[in-house]
T-cell receptor
Framework: GENVEQHPSTLSVQEGDSAVIKCTYS??????FPWYKQELGKGPQLIID?????GEKKDQRIAVTLNKTAKHFSLHITETQPEDSAVYFC??????????FGKGTTLSVSS | ETGVTQTPRHLVMGMTNKKSLKCEQH?????MYWYKQSAKKPLELMFV???????ENNSVPSRFSPECPNSSHLFLHLHTLQPEDSALYLC?????????????FGQGTRLTVV
């Protein structure tokens, strides 16, 4: 089955800096890679996703890159703000199966 | 609101109790999931239902019993739990079988076993 590794487990940045979170996956058949943000007391919410036929996707301050050959993908947050502080999870999925998540990264943005 | 509603939000139960967690989705999805989130193993997949049929049981102890009476409702029946079962239980839904799509999560049920 799929196994997703996520690094780092904690990340502290100053407001305005960039933050990068990296994930690797094991199953080359996986074709969908979402990123979720979880705030305290809430369920995870999708912030951006990428499919295996795309190498990069951007949405305002957030971008995701995918390297299928190396089986890794990364989340990039630019111009970080205090409200970006949360736990971020990467995940991987094959068609018709359930999301398998990484262990999460706790991002702290200090002003 | 994500369109996935879980009740109750908080539950405290003794080890000999029987309780049920409820999940309802209003998104017209055909797949529903139970995840367990604890400090030691974040977002651990427990059960998967596609078109009301259980397609995955991720080696979950029998003291957890899922039920999916229709594609909009999912239950998790709990009995004779252990203190280590204390965690946040998250329900999610998605439109499965179309090449991977977004899963929408509920707010979760915070379970404490005493």
């Amino acid at each position: 089955g799929e196994n997703v590794e996520q690094h780092p487990s904690t990340l502290s940045v100053q407001e305005g800096d960039s933050a990068v979170i990296k994930c690797t996956y094991s199953d080359s058949a996986s074709n969908y890679f979402p990123w979720y943000k979880q705030e305290l007391g809430k369920g995870p919410q999708l912030i951006i996703d990428i499919r295996s036929n795309v190498g990069e996707k951007k949405d305002q301050r957030i971008a995701v890159t995918l390297n299928k050959t190396a089986k890794h993908f990364s989340l990039h947050i630019t111009e970080t703000q205090p409200e970006d502080s949360a736990v971020y999870f990467c995940a991987a999925i094959q068609a018709g199966t359930a999301l398998i998540f990484g262990k999460g990264t706790t991002l702290s943005v200090s002003s | 609101e994500t369109g996935v509603t879980q009740t109750p939000r908080h539950l405290v139960m003794g080890m000999t109790n029987k309780k049920s967690l409820k999940c309802e989705q209003h998104l017209g999805h055909n797949a529903m999931y139970w995840y367990k989130q604890s400090a030691k193993k974040p977002l651990e997949l427990m059960f998967v239902y596609n078109f009301k049929e259980q397609t995955e049981n991720n080696s979950v102890p029998s003291r957890f019993s899922p039920e999916c009476p229709n594609s909009s409702h999912l239950f998790l029946h709990l009995h004779t739990l252990q203190p280590e079962d204390s965690a946040l239980y998250l329900c999610a839904s998605s439109q499965a079988g179309t090449g991977g799509t977004e899963a929408f999560f509920g707010q979760g049920t915070r379970l404490t076993v005493v």
